[in-house]
């Protein structure tokens, strides 16, 4: 029987479970990071983390504050420049998957990390897209982890940073698109996947305890249950242990605010 | 040949109010205290370029050097906001800011093309997102052989480019170890280039010959600042302090506890304290 878990803790192990040992994996900071390295020390040894400061195949003992970490480079095979990571790594085709997050995600898993109300005259003026335009368009496929909640499963963006998968349907095929774009959506409560022919995010595995309802209340459309819903399974005693470590290293290794 | 001089001197004879002004250095080696000697010398109404504006611009659009910024990702990296930077975009404190939003490939290609001399930057981006609807520069092209759509973006040239790097030799030949960014086609893509360092040495010993070397004819002025990239870092000299990121959180949320950290860190003081941050690397850690 494993140890008591957080709800934040089941969805960073569901996400880390998508990765494979042969990805390529474009990595962004936050629990992107946590859930590929986490795969990295469990299941997938081989992984290729590749961080848009330009290290590729890091493998970063404490988990990065920032993109650029020192950590990060001391840890790679190789550092290349911004502009080259961008243009022969990424626009180049060579990842497999991009892993990202965001402030707001609507049913077809568009995101946006950019403003809260009008461009112009914003409510909340969020950081900005950052690598993720690209990142949404240019790699094999997307995995996106984030906490569910109704301010931020929302049923119309305010703005779209990063394409999902638009207005649905072959919309990507449409923009020339031959990227997959979202195939996961891994929160704290469930796992989406997109319908094959709407590809609009639905609910193909529920995490232990959690109700269809508790998802439907944090969601701000109507959710989608696949036809067979499968049970997560419960985090193992070595994801715990291996997560819980590697978020000790990095508190130590951080330090706390003065 | 650059002039090796004083940071003060570096910024007073190359920066002028006005100025297009790019500080680079991708979370490593960000030029911070030439930044501080810009607020110091209180320069006004500069447009600054930079893919993330981190400490280095909240500071500077908190203390009003700003009219406007050129940027892809404008947080405090795995903190959260840029309080200064949100401030002057929802308040127009203290001045109202004006924004060119584009997405890191845009900025790291458009950096590029400058550096080649380039007037635009054609790249495959923004395919499906709103950043075309609110930044006219940003435009899409045909390509004339395989008629694809592609974005395209103005190449950036700023006036003067702003690195901070680990070493010069005494003929200002400048070497970059580590996380490179975009130092290097940043001093290619502008006019003037200041480049702060950790050391002055006799011999640049890149390490590699294939080293990131930016020889000195490409520089114009050069100032030995150790320390200099602090709160960020350099490579082989300090590590980045993460626990002063997270502190800026609570000094940048407040108008007054800003400027009090400005007063007493920055405006009364000057370069040299950048060198009490010169300590040996992991010392936080360990």
């Not at chain 1, 403003?115 to 950081?127: E, F, Q």
Request: aromatic share 8%.
């Amino acid at each position: 029987m494993a140890d008591a878990y957080t709800s934040n803790e089941m969805m960073t192990i569901a996400a880390a479970r998508a990765m494979r040992n042969e990805d390529v994996c474009f990595v962004g900071i936050g629990m992107p990071s946590a859930a590929s390295n986490l795969a990295r020390l469990t299941h997938a040894p081989d992984i290729t983390l590749i961080y848009e400061s330009g290290t590729i195949a890091t493998k970063p003992d404490v988990l990065p504050l920032s993109i650029g970490d020192s950590e990060l480079c001391e840890t790679a095979l190789t550092t290349v420049s911004v502009p080259e990571m961008f243009r022969y790594w990424l626009q180049g085709g060579r990842i497999t998957v991009g892993f990202l997050g965001g402030a707001q995600i609507d049913k077809f898993a568009n995101l946006n990390t950019t403003v809260i109300g009008p461009y112009d005259k914003p409510k909340v003026r969020l950081p900005g897209g950052g690598g993720a335009p690209e990142i949404a368009t240019s790699c094999g496929e997307i995995f996106i982890i984030m906490a569910q909640g109704k301010r931020s499963f929302v049923d119309k963006l305010d703005f779209i940073t990063s394409l999902g998968h638009g207005e649905g349907g072959d919309h990507r095929a449409r923009l020339g698109l031959k990227t997959k774009g979202p195939t996961k959506l891994v929160t704290d409560l469930c796992i989406f996947q997109p319908d094959p022919v709407t590809r609009e995010m639905i609910v193909t595995s529920i995490h232990p305890g959690v109700t269809r309802e508790k998802i439907q209340e944090n969601t701000g459309w109507p959710v989608r249950f696949a036809d067979k819903v499968a049970e997560t399974p419960t985090p193992t005693a070595k994801e715990l242990e291996t997560l819980r470590a590697l978020h000790a290293r990095t508190a130590a290794a951080h330090g706390k605010a003065a | 040949m650059p002039r090796i001089t004083t940071l003060a001197e570096a910024v007073s004879a190359h920066i002028h109010d006005g100025d297009t002004v790019a500080m680079e250095g991708f979370t490593h080696l960000i030029p911070h205290a030439a930044g501080h000697e810009i607020i110091r010398q209180q320069r006004k109404n500069l447009t600054l370029i930079r893919m993330t504006p981190d400490l280095i611009y909240d500071q500077m659009i908190g203390m009003g050097c700003a009219k406007k910024v050129v940027f892809s990702w404008g947080g405090n990296p795995g903190v959260g906001s840029l309080y200064r930077f949100r401030d002057a975009v929802e308040k127009a404190w203290p001045a109202p800011l004006e924004i060119e939003e584009h997405s890191h490939a845009a900025m790291a290609n458009a950096y590029e093309a400058g550096a080649a001399g380039l007037p635009l930057a054609v790249f495959r981006g923004y395919i499906g997102a709103d950043l075309p609807k609110v930044n006219p520069n940003i435009k899409f092209i045909q390509c004339p052989f395989t008629g694809e759509t592609l974005a395209a973006v103005p190449a950036h040239r700023p006036d003067v480019a702003v690195i901070h790097a680990q070493k010069a030799d005494r003929q200002g030949n400048v070497l970059i170890d580590g996380i490179a960014g975009v130092q290097k086609e940043v001093v290619l893509a502008s006019k003037r280039s200041i480049v702060t360092v950790e050391e002055i040495v006799d011999d640049l010993k890149p390490g590699s010959f294939n080293a990131v070397v930016l020889p000195a004819w490409t520089v114009t002025a050069i100032a030995e600042v150790p320390g200099g990239a602090y709160p960020s870092y350099a490579q082989g000299y300090y590590a980045r302090d993460n626990a002063f990121y997270k502190k800026w959180d609570e000094i940048a949320r407040e108008r007054d506890t800003f400027l009090a950290w400005m007063k007493a860190n920055v405006l009364d003081q000057g370069p040299e304290i950048f060198a009490a941050h010169t300590r040996p690397l992991r010392v936080a850690a360990e």
